[in-house]
């Protein structure tokens, strides 16, 4: 195996190791997404008595793909910080891994994680609740899954360049700057709801095409070409954003000597 | 003569209204251990958080091996690695994972009997699958150092290692770099505060302050730099006579008492003071000389800036 290959399974082995080790990690990516699930589960049940003008089963759908592109972000964030918080950055990053190296373990850590989750969330809501998921149907949240994957990378990436450049003390948006993207990406409701200038914004966010589309093909058999593309090529933006911001916030922690004094 | 396996050149670093770093230069021969001294505030934890990269210089040169640091850096870090007891590996996870995740990121060939070897020169074979965190600090040293020696590196790093240990489990870490200095042509650069420990197993000192070298050389060179001696005399005999003879010799008086008496004074100017001493009249029972050490060469760097 080439040395840039063993260095990224290094640190997908450690993610592997920390996982196991952690019941933290545990809960935050298996029962809290699960509890999730079931919970917007029996609600679009609720639903599915007392009304038939709601899409009820796009609630709990939704909920699969924001837990999905939660625990992607969570995963490369993460990775990051349990090294800091154990003082092992240093190590880790004194070591010859770069920095595309260093990411792409933790994002194929989260792909790896949402998968199992997303097939397990997928099998719970069809076989409990009644969620319908037809073959063209798949292919949409195929290329739904995708997209969460790079907008949870892009944020990610984001959000460990800023802990590097500002230090611990905002260590909570590694958990939290992706709830503040949630009313505007018309998660559970339509984005016909929000008013004039938040709908606007909301258009500017790659998982609103996501999930206005999850939203209106949930029964449709055709692929959604439209909303997908778009949400694509916003995730590439955001990508680009995101990667450029780390670079800058990067070299700016090490130029302040903030790198090496978030380790304490 | 070999190429050194680390030059640096002009190594400055500022920071918002002061220099930490003021343009040192220095290098480091192959197999050789040098001691990093310095006060608090000296500048040697950022130099080397430079030489890591974990801290950008503002301007000067670092090169490994002949090859520039910033344009060679992942040839350069398969070759170096670092220990101190500032930094830690993954608590929550145990020591053999931690010990497998690092031989893979420095791509080591036949990892487990690396780590077998390691393992059982560090005396780690009961801690192998112990968390991290569960260990002590003196057992959390050696597992550092297993790490830093995962790639048998040219050249280790290392930060004040012997921090927060206690003397026996400081004198087991100097023992085995005295013992890997003997087995492998290792170089290390080595920060401490514990002068002794600099004396024991540094062959040159850089003494830092303010950010800039005041002085390189071996520790007997260094401690040579100090002119003065102590000594100390046990007499019976008339204290005020003894005590108005060092006054006048000119030789700065420590500590007087109606037995003992304790002065400072250069080195070629003891047998002097003895005979002195003994001309007043007074029967010296002992005598002793203490030599200037490389704390006091510490001490007198640290005192003549505060």
């Known amino acids: ?264 | 003569m070999s190429q050194p396996v680390l030059k640096v050149q002009n190594l400055t670093k500022r920071y918002k209204g002061y220099t930490a770093v003021d343009n040192i230069s220095f290098e480091i021969p192959s197999g050789k251990v040098i001691g990093l001294l310095g006060p608090n505030g000296a500048g040697k934890t950022t130099t080397i958080q430079m030489l890591l990269g974990i801290t950008l210089a503002d301007k000067g040169s670092i090169c490994y091996f002949g090859r520039d640091f910033y344009t060679h850096r992942q040839e350069c870090l398969q070759n170096i690695n670092f220990a101190s007891s500032f930094n830690s590996l993954q608590g929550k996870i145990s020591v053999i994972e931690n010990l497998k995740v690092f031989a893979m990121l420095y791509n080591i060939a036949d990892a487990t009997k690396k780590i077998d070897r390691l393992s059982e020169q560090l005396e780690l074979g009961g801690l192998m699958d112990d968390l991290y965190h569960n260990l002590s600090a003196g057992q959390k040293t050696r597992v550092n150092i297993a790490k830093a020696l995962l790639n048998d590196p040219k050249l280790i790093l290392m930060d004040e290692p012997t921090a927060s240990l206690d003397p026996d489990i400081s004198d087991k870490l100097l023992s085995i770099i005295e013992d890997l200095r003997k087995e492998s042509h290792l170089s290390i650069l080595y920060t401490s505060h514990d002068m002794n420990e600099v004396a024991r197993v540094c062959d040159e000192v850089i003494f830092l302050d303010h950010g800039k070298i005041i002085a390189h050389d071996t520790p007997l060179g260094l401690t040579k730099q100090i002119k003065t001696a102590t000594l100390k005399l046990v007499f019976e005999g008339e204290r005020q006579k003894v005590e108005s003879y060092i006054r006048e010799s000119g030789a700065t008086l420590v500590h007087i008492d109606k037995t003992r008496v304790q002065l400072k004074l250069p080195e070629q100017q003891i047998a002097e003071a003895i005979f002195g001493v003994s001309k007043t009249g007074a029967y010296i029972t002992d005598v002793e000389v203490e030599k200037p050490t490389l704390e006091d060469f510490f001490l007198h760097i640290a005192r003549k800036n505060t």
């Open chain 1, 1 to 264: 195996m080439n040395a840039s290959l063993t260095r990224i399974k290094a640190l997908l082995i450690q993610d592997l190791y920390q996982t196991r080790h952690s019941s933290e990690v545990i809960i935050d990516v298996i029962v809290f997404p699960l509890t999730n699930v079931i919970l917007f589960g029996y609600i679009s049940l609720y639903l599915l008595r007392n009304s038939t003008t709601i899409p009820t089963h796009s609630l709990l759908l939704a909920a699969i793909l924001w837990e999905s592109l939660r625990v992607l972000q969570y995963t490369v964030t993460f990775g990051t910080l349990w090294n800091l918080w154990s003082r092992n950055l240093t190590n880790v990053m004194i070591s010859p891994i770069s920095v595309s190296e260093f990411f792409t373990a933790f994002t194929l850590a989260g792909v790896l994680k949402v998968s199992v989750l997303f097939l397990i969330m997928l099998v719970l809501a069809a076989t409990l609740f009644g969620m319908p998921v037809s073959a063209p149907f798949a292919v949409n949240l195929l290329f739904y899954f995708m997209n969460l994957m790079l907008s949870g990378l892009a944020f990610g990436i984001f959000v460990t360049g800023m802990i590097f450049k500002w230090g611990t003390k905002i260590n909570s948006l590694a958990w939290g700057l992706i709830y503040f993207f949630q009313p505007i990406s018309g998660v559970y409701f339509p984005v016909s709801v929000l008013p004039e200038p938040l709908r606007s914004i909301a258009y500017v966010v790659p998982m609103t095409y996501v999930f206005e589309s999850a939203r209106s093909h949930l029964h449709s058999p055709r692929i959604d070409w439209q909303n997908l593309g778009m949400a694509f090529l916003i995730n590439m933006l955001y990508l680009s954003i995101a990667s450029f911001a780390f670079k800058r916030y990067y070299t700016a922690s090490r130029m302040t000597g903030q790198f090496a004094r978030n380790e304490g």
